[in-house]
C-alpha cells in the first residue's frame, strides 16, 4: 500500500553473508511488523515492534533480529544467510488506533534471493 | 497448526463469472478480519477489512462477509475480470497488538 516504503527492493546474496533489510512506516504509525514469504506460501510472522520495543516473535531463529528507531522506522537482519532465506519480506506498518482496533498496510517487500 | 485456513487453495474461473473464497480461523483474541489481493512479488493490497460485529462489506466487486460465532469469513468475487488473477490472502489481526495470522492464501486464476 501507499507510504510503506522498503529497501532494496531486491538484493542478491551468497551463503554466509549478512543482509539488513529496511522499512519506513507511514506517517504517524508507531508499530511495525516483519513477515516471510517464501514463494507459493502465505507470510510468516517473524517480529513485530511498537515504540521500539518488541512486541511479538515469531518461530525464526536467533540468525534474525530487528529493531525499531525513534522515528519508527526498522531493520531486519539476518545473519548467516542460507539458502533457504530466500524469500519476499514484507513489512507492515500498523495504525494502532485503540484496543482491538488495528489497521495494517504492507510495503512492496524485499525480494531476497541466496545463492 | 495454522490458525487460519482458507479454500480452495487455487481455482481457476472464466472471465466474466462468479467465484467465492473461504477463509475458517481460530484465532483469539479476534480483533478484525482483512481479505488482501497480492500479485506474485507484490506486497499484499487490502480489500476489506471487518470487525467483530460486521457481517458484511463490499468493495467494488468484492464481497467480504463474516460469522464471528462460527469463526468463518468469505470473499466473493463477481464478474471477475483478467485482472483479478492474484493471491487472495484472509489475514486475521490478533489481540491488541494486532499481530496479524496469515492464512496461505487463495491462487486465483482468471483465463478468457
Redesign the interface.
Known amino acids: 500500500d501507499a507510504g510503506v516504503t522498503q529497501s532494496p527492493t531486491h538484493l542478491i546474496k551468497t551463503r554466509g553473508q549478512q543482509v539488513t533489510l529496511r522499512c519506513s512506516p507511514i506517517s504517524g504509525h508507531k508499530s511495525v511488523s516483519w513477515y516471510q514469504q517464501v514463494l507459493g506460501q502465505g507470510p510468516q510472522f517473524i517480529f513485530q515492534y511498537y515504540e521500539k520495543e518488541e512486541r511479538g516473535r515469531g518461530n525464526f531463529p536467533d540468525r534474525f533480529s530487528a529493531r525499531q528507531f525513534p522515528n519508527y522506522s526498522s531493520e531486519l537482519n539476518v545473519n548467516a544467510l542460507l539458502l533457504g532465506d530466500s524469500a519476499l519480506y514484507l513489512c507492515a506498518s500498523i495504525h494502532l488506533r485503540g484496543p482491538m482496533n488495528t489497521e495494517a498496510f504492507f510495503g512492496q517487500g524485499t525480494r531476497l534471493t541466496v545463492v | 497448526k495454522n490458525q487460519v485456513e482458507q479454500s480452495p487453495q487455487s481455482l481457476i474461473i472464466l472471465e466474466g463469472k462468479n467465484c467465492t473464497l473461504q477463509c475458517n480461523y481460530t484465532v483469539s483474541?479476534f480483533?478484525?478480519l482483512?481479505w488482501?489481493k497480492q500479485d506474485t512479488?507484490?506486497?499484499?493490497?487490502?480489500l476489506t477489512?471487518m470487525?467483530f460485529s460486521e457481517n458484511t462489506k463490499s468493495n467494488g466487486r468484492y464481497t467480504a462477509t463474516l460469522d464471528a460465532d462460527t469463526k468463518q469469513s468469505s470473499l466473493h468475487i463477481t464478474a471477475s475480470q483478467l485482472s483479478d488473477s492474484a493471491s487472495y490472502?484472509c489475514?486475521v489481526?490478533e489481540?491488541?497488538?494486532?499481530?496479524?495470522?496469515?492464512?496461505?492464501?487463495t491462487q486465483v486464476v482468471v483465463t478468457p
Open positions: 483474541p480483533s478484525n482483512r488482501y512479488g507484490r506486497g499484499p493490497v487490502s477489512i470487525t490472502i489475514v489481526s489481540g491488541s497488538w494486532g499481530k496479524l495470522q496469515f492464512g496461505a492464501g
